[in-house]
């Protein structure tokens, strides 16, 4: 343990003297381990902020687009709950640093990639998000533009069109995005105090949604006797690879960055328990009902609605689309402010730590939201899954093999906290960067994503003999990445700590390139 540091009985770790890094150009508040009497998340405070990530809208279209895609409802139910199950496990990984010694996600990526080569991992992470922010500020948006247009009457729905969309869609749009900015603006306390209340309200909606599905179907007889367009041939298995690995690319962006939340984590056993009770329980649960919701109104108007809010406004009672689409917004508030503003904000401010707060790091994200244009994300489930969700996910994944290898494998979760604030610590390895992270995190994303192909991609795969392996993106990216870390840093390190033991001064197994 470094001098500076104080490891507690529960493991946790402490910086004495935080206020001596305040010089380095590599510290801001923001950035600065948690102390310990501050790091006070329960159980609760997981399993609701999971509640509130995983009920929204992008989450209910992303089970519905299974059904889309021609799966009956206990294939897509297969299919998400096992890449659910499989990213939690890198997810709790990688959450653990946090936990142990309050850091966000980018000044853990450091001890990896370097005190400049982290932002490279950190900005990937964060312009993702900022395209998952613009998506769901544009379904939330849209299920503001369906619930005025329910009171307001047909002036507001067939307003003008001004680029390709009514105006109205567009001020609802905008309208979505200042109240989001407005609470992030407020800090990650605002964001904590939002999740907790409405975490219990979010699932109204949904509920709302397939209890009118039902009683308009008859019930879950005609839903459940769908069987589906792909049967459990050929067919199935070649939808079946693309939309596991778009199930945990879903969720691929919060393996990396968990320790934006688990750094206020009281134990590693609330985080870890908060966690399993939250992801996989939520994320069914919407799973469940979007699927059914879905199938019912194949059942009662003849096509697959994947989009919830498209799907509500075809029901003959405003009463039931205004509560259940209220509900909704809410829902998307909550986790677009939990799981696409709270990271890039962190990520941004890394960047430029003397210049860019959590406030403006979230500013940014909004911004580049939009500039992305969600509306051509979200156009389709095609493109949706295959080709938005399955490249990041592979670039993601192999970021992800570096982590869970530099952290578990060969620093055997011990890091020297103060050194990744620091230029002369031992994590500035070569003018900042960690050649060993780039070439494995490059070798990583080039074997997972170098064959895609679809949507905007080549039909026959960007790098043609890669093709076979983007059905597997994210497995690919991980596995390959953290195998090419192992290989390379492990030997050094093992180096390191035997050219020291003759001396008096051992170095600490930490204190390496790790």
């Known amino acids: 343990m470094e001098p500076t540091t104080r490891e507690h009985a529960d493991g946790r770790v402490d910086l004495a003297d935080v206020r001596s890094l305040a010089v380095s150009r590599f510290f801001n508040e923001e950035l600065a381990p948690v102390p310990v009497a501050k790091r006070t998340w329960t159980t609760y405070n997981y399993f609701a902020l999971w509640m509130g990530m995983a009920h929204n809208i992008p989450s209910y279209a992303l089970a519905a687009s299974l059904i889309a895609l021609g799966m009956n409802w206990v294939q897509a139910l297969i299919t998400i709950t096992i890449g659910n199950i499989v990213v939690l496990a890198p997810m709790l990984l990688n959450s653990h640093a946090g936990t142990k010694y309050g850091i966000p996600f980018p000044v853990f990526a450091r001890a990896f990639y370097g005190l400049r080569g982290a932002n490279l991992a950190a900005l990937l992470r964060a312009f993702i998000a900022c395209g998952w922010f613009g998506i769901q500020t544009w379904v939330g948006g849209e299920a503001i533009y369906v619930i005025i247009g329910r009171l307001a009457g047909s002036g507001w729905r067939d307003a003008t069109v001004v680029w390709g969309q009514h105006w109205t869609l567009w001020l609802s749009f905008a309208v979505f995005w200042i109240v989001q900015m407005l609470i992030i603006w407020r800090g990650m306390d605002a964001v904590r105090k939002f999740e907790n209340w409405t975490a219990p309200l979010v699932s109204v909606g949904f509920l709302i949604l397939l209890g009118y599905v039902l009683v308009k179907a008859g019930g879950l007889g005609p839903i459940l006797e769908d069987g589906g367009k792909l049967g459990w041939g050929a067919d199935f298995w070649k939808v079946f690879a693309p939309s596991l690995m778009a199930m945990i690319a879903f969720w691929s962006t919060l393996s990396l960055n968990m320790p934006d939340f688990t750094r206020f984590g009281g134990s590693q056993r609330k985080q870890v328990r908060g966690q399993i009770l939250g992801l996989p329980t939520t994320m069914t649960f919407i799973a469940i009902v979007a699927i059914l919701t879905t199938s019912g109104g194949h059942v009662l108007y003849g096509e697959d609605i994947w989009d919830p809010a498209q799907l509500a406004d075809r029901f003959s009672s405003p009463v ?40 403006i790091g979230g500013l940014i994200t909004g911004i580049l939201g939009i500039a992305i244009q969600p509306w051509r994300l979200y156009s389709d489930p095609s493109s949706y899954i295959f080709a938005w969700l399955g490249f990041y996910g592979g670039l993601l994944g192999a970021v992800a093999g570096v982590l869970v290898a530099g952290y578990w494998v ?9 050194d990744l604030y620091t230029r002369d610590g031992i994590y500035w390895f070569r003018g900042g960067w960690n050649w060993r992270a780039l070439v494995a995190t490059l070798v990583g994303a080039v074997l997972a994503v170098g064959g895609a192909y679809g949507g905007p991609f080549p039909a026959d795969g960007l790098i043609p003999f890669l093709k076979p392996l983007y059905d597997y993106n994210w497995a690919i990216g991980f ?17 390191e700590e035997t050219s020291e033991r003759p001396g008096s001064s051992r170095i600490d197994p930490a204190a390496v390139d790790g």
């Open 479 to 495: 596995a390959s990445a953290f195998l090419v870390y192992v290989l390379l840093a492990l030997p050094a390190k093992k180096k």
């Open 320 to 359: 039931v689309v205004v509560v259940a689409l209220v509900a909704l917004v809410l829902a998307t508030i909550s986790a677009n402010l939990a799981a696409n503003v709270v990271s890039p904000s962190y990520d941004f401010s890394n960047a430029f730590p003397k210049r860019i707060t959590f406030a």
């Open 410 to 418: 060969v620093n055997r979760t011990r890091l020297r906290l103060r």
